[in-house]
């Protein structure tokens, strides 16, 4: 078995209430060369924020996405920490990356982190009523 790790993040919509709408999954491994990561975001979030920042950032959601990542993990290769929870802890906003957890994957030639981040992004950010099934095709990205 292969131990992966999964994050969503979420867009809150109003910062008073637990009501979320998931936008990307981000999956990591630790490997001998050091965290792996992956992660699965929508084309278009179907989001339009009052908000002048969030907005903008909803307008370019994979340069976002990608740059936050990319700055978790080097945060995490710093600290020697795990790269979800330098994630969780970079989140700011109404955009918030969900505690971490643990995946246990039978150990397969043909799982790889980008299967890994689609399966979950399906299975989350798809079902979710704010897509109503039409997520469509996440974007995929790998880090190292």
């Known amino acids: 078995m292969s131990i992966f790790r999964a994050s969503e993040m979420r867009y809150y919509p109003d910062l008073r209430k637990d009501d979320f709408i998931p936008l990307a999954v981000v999956v990591s491994k630790k490997t001998a060369d050091g965290p792996r990561v992956a992660y699965a975001c ?77 399966a979950r992004f399906d299975a989350t950010v798809g079902k979710h009523p704010h897509f109503a099934g039409s997520a469509g095709e996440p974007l995929l990205a790998t880090m190292r």
Do not use: Q
Not at 58 to 87: C, H, I, K, P, Q
């Open 42 to 118: 929508v084309r278009d979030p179907k989001v339009r924020a009052d908000d002048l920042i969030i907005d903008a950032i909803m307008r370019n959601w994979f340069t976002y996405v990608g740059e936050t990542v990319t700055a978790a993990l080097s945060e995490a290769e710093t600290r020697g920490a795990d790269v979800l929870e330098a994630l969780r802890v970079k989140s700011r906003l109404s955009i918030r990356a969900s505690a971490p957890e643990d995946l246990s994957i039978r150990d397969d030639p043909d799982v790889d982190l980008h299967r890994i981040a689609k």
